[in-house]
């Protein structure tokens, strides 16, 4: 029986090569290849500047750092994401703070955001969701404020917002992106940060490097020789090697190529599930056109009066081996202990109680997606009998 997870890479042979070439280099890390990924991002991004990390999670890390929060701060950002949006907060002693969803599309609300900026609002984390970027330009009040707004584009390298490239910063501070094996690419593990902001891309480069600096015109301190470097500030090992970097360079010649096969995919779900009333897809805004991630479908399975846990274990005894993305941040015990409260993101909530995503990745053939979408109905009709 074939089996299909909700994801996975595609390394082609010039892939393979790329990475081989380093290997056989004189330099594995620190060498010409990080930047060399970081102009290409910025290229295709329109960003000013880019910074090349080990991982989402270490560019969100480093942003809040950057930021310079403390116990009084607080960050705003949605509960229907992976951890990782609100967990960079807490690294800094920040105080998290949800705004609901928008169940149409799964991103945050800016309505409630309103409701719920205090002074102590530093930030606000909008994660452009399954790969459809946010209305970033409904941010700008909030930046007018002196907000910050980090876009966490894990999801959307290659979507566009209006006549702009996510990741180009017009109406942000920084963008965060991932490049773990199911994102739109991959460098194994690894992540970037983009911003038009000089210092800050400077900055975020001494942090990833345990806050080293090591030039000259910038040393508090006389220099000992050629050798000398200063450390500053309290930074981190957040390095991307040179495989990787050399990987996500061969990759990004591919991004337009991944984004065409990934969205003719769903497209082909969405025929394939066409007047089937139970289902419903995310809806797509006039301003997004995005290079969807991650194929989520909303089924009311309690109207339905299916089980919801009982309808994925058959659908992965058939082979279908969706993901349920995401269960919202503020019901983890861990956020349950800072007192977020079940019931207190009712669209968060519904989301997740809907949601199931389908296979979607560039490998995926036309056979193999009728074959997911039949088998999908049949485990769906086959549901309370
Ligand atoms: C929305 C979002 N933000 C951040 C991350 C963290 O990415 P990484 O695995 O590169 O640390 C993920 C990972 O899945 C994600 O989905």
Known sequence: MKIYGYGRQSISQEDIDAVVEVLK???LNNGPKIEEFEEKICEYTGAGYCVALSSATAALHLMMHALNLSEKDEVITCPVTFL???NCVRYVNAS??????DIETGNISIDEIRKKVTPMTKAVIPIHFAGQSCDVKAFSELREKGICVIEDAAHALGSDY???KVGSCKYSDAAVFSFHPVKNITTGEGGAITTNDRELAQRLKRLRSHGMNRNPAEFVNESDGKWYYEMQELGYNYRMTEMQA???ISQLKRIEQFKQKRRYIVEKYKEIFAGDDRISFLTEKKFSNA????CPLLI???KLGIDKKKFFNDLCDAGIHPAVQYIPVHLHPYYQNLNFKKGEYPTAEKYYAQ???LPLYYDLSDDDVEYIGEKFLKVLNNQGQ
């Open 25 to 27: 280099s004189d330099f």
């Open 84 to 86: 990782a949006s609100a």
């Open 96 to 101: 998290v703070n949800f705004a609901d969803a």
């Open 162 to 164: 209006e006549d702009a």
């Open 246 to 248: 050399a990987l996500g």
């Open 291 to 294: 290079c969807w991630h991650i």
């Open 300 to 302: 009311d399975f309690e």
């Open 355 to 357: 949601t199931v995503s």
